[in-house]
């Protein structure tokens, strides 16, 4: 996992995932930079079995709570393959600012590339319990709600709060637990 002092220990065991844009920078604030990472949340339930039970995208970084038959190998390509795809889709929007930014930020060791998008790790923290795994998940609902851009957690567009509030979300997540 990267150069993070976190590890995912147990592949299968459920997860509380954060990834960062590098240096915090805001990309999240246009509906098709957040498409591309509800599109690979999407992809990775249908095709690698991944279970989401929970997730926020907040403007530069989103928590997620997540497991399957290998979360190392699936947290790695989403992060590969969301990089790349908001690369594609920032320069499809002319982002020219952000994307010096991400250039500009981007690690020394990182010479492989032009940019980089995320920071390193994804600070992996293994759920224990079933109370803790509520903990996470109303840890990451309240987000927005502390951050003062909604009043009720439901209420923000991208993140599954709604699920749990007996809404419909945008992405499916899995509630059949505890």
Known sequence: MGRSRYNIHDPKAIHFLTCTVVNWLPVFTRPATVD???DSFRYLQSSRGLR???YVILENHLHWVASSDDLV????NFKSYTAKQLLRTLKSLH??????QLAFYKARSKTDREFQFWQEGSHPQEIQSWDMLRQKLDYIHANPVNRGYVDFAEH???SSARDYAEGTGLVEVFK???
């Open 36 to 38: 591309v990472v509800l």
């Open 52 to 54: 989401l039970y929970g």
């Open 73 to 76: 190998r699936d947290v790695k």
């Open 95 to 100: 982002a020219g600012t952000l994307l010096e």
């Open 156 to 158: 923000w567009r991208y």
């Open 176 to 178: 059949d637990w505890g």
